[in-house]
């Protein structure tokens, strides 16, 4: 059964119009005569999205009961049995109901692909995993419902919705996106045009490094070499010399006046060990910082060939710029070739090539490069077989017209040409050249001449020593060889090596950004076009990747052309060309970190579930403790009270009467405020507090929040003048109150503040400090104290379960204020809450005077 196709309508906000565009889209294909129906789509109340699913064939929902609600979600099994062409599923990242078949919707989703249905889907940029944390730092608020981004990478089709900010606050505030409870707090919060912008980008470069996997997996699949200026990517070759930075501080000016430009920073690594060993390794690792620093991605590369290489890599990331050094070779030097800077340009086609000038031209490399003898290559080869072979003819020749050198003297000039050809060719050209030598002595200049017979012993011995020397200088020169060949070979591992472990150094533990980061590595090292990871359970099941990078990866170890397994039941597969047997023990140590990495992402997310085990663990357990005593206590309190009075064989007096129920109204309101805090701290932890935030007086909340303390025991300092603040006064009030009553008890002389604050280049914020004469807190226990369930030093129980503090600043920072703990002067602690000012109005009317 052939697999499902996927689109998904990607949002770069909430409100940008993805279910209108998805259910528009429903209805061009159901006039097309598509079999289309609607598994699940939320309209939000939209009258216009509810209309557009009118006309639509709608499979029932299937309702569930938890925790003594009913809630409506995607029936998977009537979407299977009905079996549509397309099916429409609505909120791609949406947490299931504990009770259905899977967790996560998208989870259903694949299962619908897997039947062959084609589905429609819909998701939020600030809903891909890899972008919580950075959506958080915007917005400030963290998604608990995310979709892994390796699900919508794989969609056939990913459209972007988009809407400019002030076209979205304009939706918002007519109505056409939230409830009108909402809209205020929306548009102060969550939909400030600063975090709309942002989210724009971040789902604009998302799609945009979309669209160019779907480049560069066409370019592979068309075979195009040539380069597509879509988007500048600047690539800078490095030798690991000192004028590096200059080049990439160049390079990364080039990127940056191109919008969207990319940097590569590149060093070919080569395993004859030349250019190669003439970088210094520290000098490496300071110039991938600084690449790292200026936004750009650095890369090793394996090559015998550097200015082939480059070419190679900058054609294989489609780059339209490459950037090089100006040659430090001196002039003497170039006898060697024209030098890397000159083949690149020649070869580099459609890519424009940039020579930069800097400190070290024509200054030396530091030491001459020894000539190349690791395989010799063709060309030396074929010159040491010509020299071995052609070179005896032509010195017997002009040795013959020569009068008067002996025996001993053209036996000198004939092994110099076999140490020549051993030099130059080695093992096989020189023993070549000391055969042809010893024949060519022997029939022209040992006596008796023009004959392969030797008279005198002295010249039979001399001409086997002669053949004993040529063989074994060649065999020297050969051994000389192969041993450089494996010390370079040596040095080019351990530099991949080393980057590998920088790589890892550098990464997040357990992400799976740095799993395939290496696989990216490997590709660039081997020169493969795809890497992957796969594993499976056991012996008999089937493999799935657990990472891949590339077009097309192989989906078992016989599909690829090279698979290096780790263990049983885990692989490293690459496809793209067959790696000689001498790069095997390379790749084995990247597939052993790949196995150390997949290793480290499943403990890392054991861990985190063993955090929030634990955690929920410590709440219910410190839950337990406050039902066990502090709710016990009143409650115990009350009931002694009410049975006292109940008692039909005492006779109370008024007096007595009265102190039973105060005793009992004390309770009561101790209970109240007790689960308050409780309820409060579960609204805060389960993300539903929605503050409703207007432009608030504080002259009229800090006297509503003090109506819990003793009278005269708190003393006010606010001026009528005072800016208004922007906050809900509601949970102003709440949190104000915990903040008042946590500082009653301990000092008898507490005081409420509130002044403004005005500092130039930020904006204007309003203070309110309660300030005690207490005992203090100590520095290290200051952000301890706000942390749910937790009294600070030996504070009895019955004074509270320690939510008061924890609740405060959660109402304050959903209000977009901070709430922190200061030493009083003198002694004490003061508690300071800082919220944003409201923004004068220029009216005649206005009561507060501006900031």
Known sequence: MARGRLRIYLGAAPGVGKTYAMLAEAHRRALRGTDVVVGFVEHHGRDRTAELIEGLETVPRRELTYRGATLAELDLDAVLRRRPAVALVDELAHTNVPGSRNAKRWQDVEELLAAGIDVVSTVNIQHLESLGDVVEGITGVRQRETVPDEVVRRADQIELVDMSPQALRRRLAHGNVYPPDRIDASLANYFRPGNLTALRELALLWTADRVDEYLQRYRAEHGIEGTWQARERIVVGLTGGPEGATLIRRAARIADRASGGELLAVHIAHSDGLTGASGSPQTLIEQRALTESLGGTFHTVLGDDPAAALLDFARGVNATQIVLGSSRRRAWQYLYGPGVGATVTRGSGDIDVHTV????????????????????????????????????????????????LGLPSVMLLFLSLTVCAALVGGLFPAIASALVSSSALNYYFAPPIHTFTISEPQNILAVAIFTAVGIAVASVVDLAARRTQQAARGQAEAQSLSALAGTVLRGAPGGDGLLTALLDQVRETFQQDSAVLLERADDHSPWRPAAARGPHPPARPEDGDVDVPVGDHLTLVLRGRVLPAADRRLLGAYAAQGAALLERRRLAGEAAAARREAEGNRIRTALLAAVSHDLRTPLAGIKAAVSSLR??????????????????????????????????????????????????DLDEVVPYALGGVPPG??????????????????????????????AVKYSSDVLVRAAAIDRPGAARQVEVRIVDRGPGVPEEAKERI??????????????????????????????????????????????????????????????AEPV
């Open 713 to 742: 025991s708190v003393r006010l300092d606010v001026p009528e003048t005072l800016a208004m603040v922007r906050a809900d006064g509601g949970l102003l009030e709440r949190a104000l109150a915990n903040l008042v009553e946590n």
């Open 647 to 696: 008692a039909e064989d005492v006779e109370w007096s008024p007096e007595d009467e009265a102190e039973l129920l105060a005793g009992i109204e004390t309770g009561a309101d101790r209970l109240d405020h007790l689960i308050n805090n409780l309820l409060d701290m579960s609204r805060l932890q389960t993300g539903t507090v929605a503050p409703l935030i207007r432009d608030t």
């Open 357 to 404: 000038t800097h400190e070290q031209v024509a200054k030396g490399r530091g030491r001459v490069p020894l000539r190349k003898v690791t395989d010799l290559g063709r060309t030396r080869t074929v010159l040491g077989w010509l020299i071995g072979v052609g070179g005896p003819p032509l010195l017997t020749l002009l040795l013959t017209q020569v009068d008067g």
């Open 786 to 847: 706000f942390a749910p369930f937790q009294r600070h030093g030996d504070a009895p129980r019955g004074v509270g379960v320690g939510l008061g503090l924890a609740v405060a600043r959660g109402f304050v920072e959903a209000m977009g204020g901070t709430l922190a703990a200061e030493d009083t002067p003198g002694g004490g602690l003061t508690m300071v809450v800082v919220l944003p000012a409201a923004v004068p109005d220029p009216s005649p009317n206005r009561k």
